[in-house]
């Protein structure tokens, strides 16, 4: 995991990037393990790619780049020598255009796309119309409600305009309170496909920031800037809790925006931060590296001696000791990476 440095949409190579990432999304739309781990091989093909320099002109110099194999160096050369790629319209057929508009329904998955194409609906409406005995959750009729407006990724200035909003509500509650953004908008990102708010409190005055949650949510739809709840946590009084929800700006006409809110405890802040900091693909890998040198990564810290069950690694038949949790740092330390910071955080 070295660093990298953010992805440039302007390079020698950005017609391949693009054309390589509309497949990429062809993939991502189909059912299937296989076409999950293939959506994420382009989508680290991809970075690799827009990140390299040099405008690729064989397939023995695309094959030096990290993450093209063969078959992917087989297709930059038909771009180059086409400008098209005609396996996109082989992948793009009627029923996949569908299942992608489907996909991208709030609280809807590639299973749920399947199912609903399935039992014959083709359009927003018909879901709408639970054509075919569909059903649809409260989140996911709001999902189709406001279907372009959380598809679209809002500019980082309308992310901050509405933290400088939500920040002194939440300080008005407790003035000790620590709200930070995390994702994209910490990594720098010119464009946010949401805001993530983590919320922690020092507890040495003997209070915690538990239940702060619930009456933050209260003021702040008062304040009409939460306009939609998409997911209530499961215990808005302890001190893990989890919202998702639709948010605007208070002026006319202004557009719906995802938010989630993250409570933690202030022990695991660090090992939160660098979960929620992302990004989901370089969380893959520190993960992987943690994994590498026996220890255990998540979003609660770092830990040692986890067993886990030999047949199925996902069981933790023993949970380990916690190493590291309270900052970044520690934690990079510990794993013997170099800090990287935020914008860095990119595979
Ligand atoms: N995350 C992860 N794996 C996931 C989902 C999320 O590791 N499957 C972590 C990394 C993400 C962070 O949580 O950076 C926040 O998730 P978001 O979905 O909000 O992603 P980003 O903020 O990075 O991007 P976007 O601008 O699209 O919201
Ligand atoms: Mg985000
Ligand atoms: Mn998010």
């Known amino acids: 995991c070295d660093n990298k440095e953010a992805q ?23 059912p299937g393990d296989d076409n999950h781990w293939r959506g994420l091989s382009y989508q680290k093909a991809v970075r690799a790619i827009r990140n390299y ?15 093209v194999a063969k078959k992917t160096a087989l297709k930059i050369m038909e771009i180059i020598e086409t400008g098209d790629l005609r396996r996109i319209q082989y992948e793009n057929t009627p029923d996949v255009q569908v299942r992608k508009i489907f996909q991208d329904i ?17 359009t927003l409406d018909d879901l709408l119309a639970g054509k075919g005995g569909v059903t649809l959750t409260e989140a996911q009729k709001i999902g189709i409600q406001f279907y372009d407006d959380i598809n679209d990724r809002m500019p980082r200035e309308e992310a901050k305009a509405l933290f400088d909003l939500i920040k002194p509500i939440a300080l008005g509650i407790d003035p000790k309170l620590e709200i930070q953004i995390m994702g994209s908008y ?8 949401d805001i993530d708010i983590m919320i922690t409190r020092c507890p040495d005055d003997g209070k915690t920031h538990a239940g702060i949650l619930h009456h933050l949510l209260e003021a702040l739809h008062e304040a009409k800037i939460l306009t939609e ?23 006319f006409g202004s557009r719906r925006r ?12 660090g090992a939160a931060l ?9 969380n893959r890998c520190i993960r992987l590296k943690a994994n590498k040198l026996g220890y255990s990564l998540n979003q609660k810290g770092l830990f040692a001696g986890v067993i886990r069950d030999p047949r199925n690694r996902t069981i933790k038949l023993n949970t380990g000791n916690l190493v590291a949790s309270e900052t970044e740092q520690e934690i990079f330390r510990l794993l013997d990476v170099p800090y990287q910071e935020p914008h860095e955080r990119v595979r």
């Not at 660098?274 to 370089?282: A, E, P, R, S, W």
């Open 8 to 30: 440039r949409k302007n390079g020698p190579n950005e017609m391949v990037a693009k054309k390589l990432e509309e497949l990429m999304h062809l993939h991502k739309a189909k």
């Open 53 to 67: 320099p040099y405008r690729i002109k064989s397939f023995n110099q695309a094959l030096t780049i990290r993450g």
């Open 106 to 122: 709030y609280g809807a998955g590639q299973v749920t796309a399947y199912k609903w194409y399935a039992a014959g609906c083709r």
């Open 186 to 193: 910490r990594r720098g990102k010119a464009d946010c496909g």
């Open 229 to 251: 709840d998409l997911a209530l946590p499961e215990d808005p009084f302890g001190d893990e809790a989890i919202y998702r929800g639709l948010c605007r700006l208070p002026q």
């Open 258 to 269: 995802r938010i989630d809110f993250l409570t933690i405890p202030w022990k695991s802040r």
């Open 274 to 282: 660098l979960y929620y900091t992302g990004d989901d693909i370089f």
